[in-house]
């Protein structure tokens, strides 16, 4: 289980080096930005956790990969400034308990 563990961490934060500057590029080219980022960054993390609980692994340490792997594009000069002040934005709506407190209100 610990080489598992291990390699899917390298292998989360070697493949968004390599993937997310080509990604997002093509991304910020073709698609309204930043709407088709933030449905990116959602689908991403989603991806992660799907793919460690396919291994085995608790779905929240795919998802915390892939915010890693995020961070890292966007301290890189991935991300301008607007960008990231929009998605800080975005992220402050959805607070903890937003999704819990809407699925109550049904």
């Known amino acids: 289980v610990f080489g598992i563990v291990c390699l899917f961490i390298v292998g989360t934060i070697l ?3 390599l993937l997310l500057p080509p990604v997002m590029e093509r991304i910020r080219r073709h698609l309204p930005w930043p ?5 990116t960054v ?6 992660g956790a799907a793919a460690s609980e396919h291994l085995g ?3 929240f340490l795919g998802a915390f990969l892939v915010g890693i792997a ?5 301290h890189a000069g991935g991300l301008e400034e607007p960008s990231r002040s929009r998605l800080a934005r975005f ?16």
């Open 15 to 17: 493949v968004g080096k």
């Open 35 to 39: 709407s088709a980022f933030i449905s």
């Open 42 to 47: 959602i689908m991403l993390a989603l991806l």
């Open 57 to 59: 692994l608790h779905s």
């Open 70 to 74: 995020l961070t890292t594009f966007a």
């Open 91 to 106: 992220s402050a709506r959805i607070g903890p308990g937003t999704v819990v407190e809407t699925l109550t209100k049904h």
